[in-house]
């Protein structure tokens, strides 16, 4: 009560009264030690959420690397560069495999293996997954034909061949290349250019003879991405490599760049377009069926390849691929041979424009013979660029 004429003393910081100056000195001093007490607990929950944080970076850090190494390796795997081994080891390895599960015979497998090994040792394919004459048969049945197909253009002369043991989940960017090397062995343009490769080669030769390309200079880039060398390995190959190896040969060949749909619903009119005027700029002749001298057109997108041995034209004016897949297996080919009236075995090789709706094809197409002048510039060309985007 300050009534009584008694000195009175105010806290700061609470607006407590206190009688004596002593008293509120150390009332105050208990309100600094609490405030540094409260300010030291903070700035150590501060310094742990720091440290926690961090460590959660760091482990976060630890994980994303960790995934992206074990997506590497995966994606190596997929594309054969894992170091597993290549051809010879996964047809041994398969073989084995049919042995154990009672499928394949002791003395099949001896007599298998002699054969693979006398195959590669003289780089000869041995014609195990070859289907001949389903062109000629094709032309055939096109003749008879009188439903719903208005003309049909066909490549010279094809053989169809499939993915074997030995390149199963691999193999379809060299076999198509067999395919397509099939027919050009048959055209008289191009056989002086492939004396040295009378016969059609396995897929161990065909890995030498990309590397051979490399050598000499063509598409250096595609060559440090498999760090120079496919032999030996189950790597995956796709235009840029069949390009190389086609203009290594002396063909006068282009890679052409579907880099995005030009149609509705993603598809690629285009691209059916493009391969109608290839088979059909120089055979405008009246006939409804058109065997052309053309070598089929090899045909990538991601994860598979195929080749295109003709083209449908509707009487609705729609078109339709016809295509060769390594990934049908020979007896299906065979049904090919003997094609009932109705057609409807072709549906193993038709694809319509809905049919095709990856979001990029590369197509390379071969259409001439190259001298060695023009082989050395084309060479020089692949350093900067092989492929042409149609817009």
Known sequence: ???????????????????????????????????GF???????????????????DKWQRAEEEK?????????????????????????????????????????EYHKRKADMMESLAFGIDDGRTKTSGVIEALCEYYKNENKDVRRVWLSAGVDHFHSSLGDRGWGCGYRNFQM????????????????????????PKIQSMIEDAWREGFDPHGASHFSSRLHGSKAWIGACEIYSLLTSLRMKCQI??????????GTHPRLFQWVLHYYSADNESGTKVVCTSKPPIYLQ?????RTVVGIEEKKNKSLCLLLFDPGCSSQEMQKLLKQNSDGTNLKLLRKFVGSLKEKQYQIVAVDGVLSLEEKAARCRASQVLISEKIP
């Open 1 to 35: 009560d300050p009534g009584n004429g008694e000195q009175l003393y105010e806290c700061p910081m609470c607006s407590l009264t206190c009688t004596n100056i002593q008293i509120l000195e150390e009332h105050v001093d208990l309100h600094l030690e609490e405030n």
């Open 38 to 56: 409260s300010e030291g607990g903070n700035i150590r929950d501060l310094e742990l959420a720091q440290q926690l944080q961090s460590e959660e």
């Open 67 to 107: 995934r992206e190494r074990e997506e590497f390796k995966k994606l190596q795997r997929q594309y054969g560069l894992d170091n597993s081994g290549g051809y010879k080891q996964q047809f041994l390895k398969n073989m084995e495999r049919e042995v154990d599960r009672g499928r394949m015979q002791p003395f």
């Open 180 to 203: 397509l090397l099939s027919s050009l062995l048959q055209n008289s343009l191009y056989r002086d250019c492939l004396r040295d490769t009378t016969l059609i080669p396995s897929i």
């Open 256 to 265: 052409i760049d579907f880099h995005k749909p030009t149609g509705a619903m």
């Open 301 to 305: 997108h991601q994860g598979h390849s």
